[in-house]
């Protein structure tokens, strides 16, 4: 029997990686989406077949994580056998700006999400998306399942609620549901207005002649940075456990800003101190300074495992960008073209 999936944020980076992954393995795919003024479905455009050469199993449905009528009506139409909740308002600076907005997405939509799958009345296992944020101004090094949380931001607060609202549900009506605790995953699906995707595009842009000067904030913060695309296969082990659990997802590196500066603009032979700039904007009115993941647990118990590592990653994002700016990455890039 074809397994169902149904994801939140099924436009974002991590939901049409997680959906091409699922397809693979034969799910069908449900995602739901806000209704807003730009059909914003570029990451999942490529996953829709010709319904008259191929019976589809990928399927876009509006819903809104504000909107729990929308999300248990959705939920009971489709009755998938597993949920998972990716969908955010995502970026930590905007949450300064945004906190309200922030929290609705972020923690109230997760409780509403588990409101709906609680009322099912058939076996749904359920994935909340966690962020090494939540960890924050860190109380130790490298962040483990059992680090205090120590939130920095409204997003992270957000995020600490979701975590706990979801193991509060886990052990109050005894659902399928388990925490990852994604630390900073990257791609060439990333937003543009994430540091790392900012900055390969931003080499792309000035090998171009679009622009001079990147401009960033804090150079010296410290992440551990893997690639998206491996990270959502962690999401998916961990709903096939017959137990659900909490577990860090990540490389156990870390590097700074400044480093990935470094890398991305050694790579075309640019020096980097020559284009990018620091901009007081780009604070955060309370700094994150390190964040580390700890993935053992992972490792032992789910059998993932990160094999990206850092300067593969920074490589891979900046030949997709220099292709996007018509630069071929085996002449551009030094040492040749090694991403995929």
């Not at 970026?91 to 999400?113: D, I, N, Q, Y």
């Not at 962020?131 to 924050?136: A, K, L």
């Not at 991305?264 to 309370?286: C, I, K, M, N, S």
């Amino acid at each position: 029997m074809t397994k169902r999936a149904l994801i939140t944020g099924i436009t974002g980076q991590d939901g049409s990686y997680l959906a091409e992954l699922l397809l693979e393995k034969g799910y069908e795919v449900h995602g739901l989406m806000r209704r807003s003024s730009q059909f914003n479905t570029q990451r999942v455009d490529h996953l829709y077949v010709d319904p008259h050469e191929a019976e589809t199993r990928f399927f876009l449905h509006y819903a809104d994580l504000t909107d729990s009528s929308s999300l248990i009506g959705q939920l009971h139409e489709i009755r998938p056998d597993e949920v998972y909740n990716l969908g955010a308002q995502s970026h930590v600076k905007v949450s300064f700006e945004m906190p309200e907005f922030t929290a609705e997405t972020v923690a109230m939509g997760t409780l509403r999400m588990l409101e709906a799958v609680r009322t099912a009345d058939w076996p749904v296992r359920f994935y909340q998306a966690g962020s090494s944020e939540m960890y924050g101004k860190v109380l130790e090094t490298p962040q483990r399942e059992t680090t205090p949380f120590n939130p920095r931001s409204p997003y992270a607060v957000a995020k600490v609620f979701a975590h706990h609202i979801t193991v509060d549900y886990r052990e109050a009506y005894g659902i399928h549901a388990s925490n990852g605790i994604l630390f900073n995953h990257e791609s060439p699906r990333r937003g543009g207005t994430f540091v790392t995707r900012k900055v390969t595009r931003g080499v792309a842009a000035i090998l171009k002649g679009e622009q001079q000067y990147i401009h960033l904030g804090n150079l010296e913060a410290r992440r551990d940075w893997g690639y998206a695309k491996e990270y959502v296969e962690a999401m998916w082990l961990m709903l096939q456990k017959d137990e659900p659990g909490d577990y860090v997802v990540a490389t156990g590196e870390m590097h700074t800003v400044r480093e990935l500066c470094e890398a991305a603009f050694g790579l075309v032979g640019l020096d980097w101190e020559q284009h990018v700039r620091v901009d007081p904007r780009y604070f955060r009115p309370t700094e994150v300074d390190e964040l580390c993941g700890d993935p053992s647990q992972a490792i032992a118990e789910l059998g993932w495992r990160a094999t990206t590592r850092f300067q593969p990653l920074v490589r891979l994002m900046l030949e997709h960008d220099l292709r996007e700016a018509g630069f071929d990455p085996a002449v551009s890039v030094r040492g040749g073209e090694s991403g995929s």
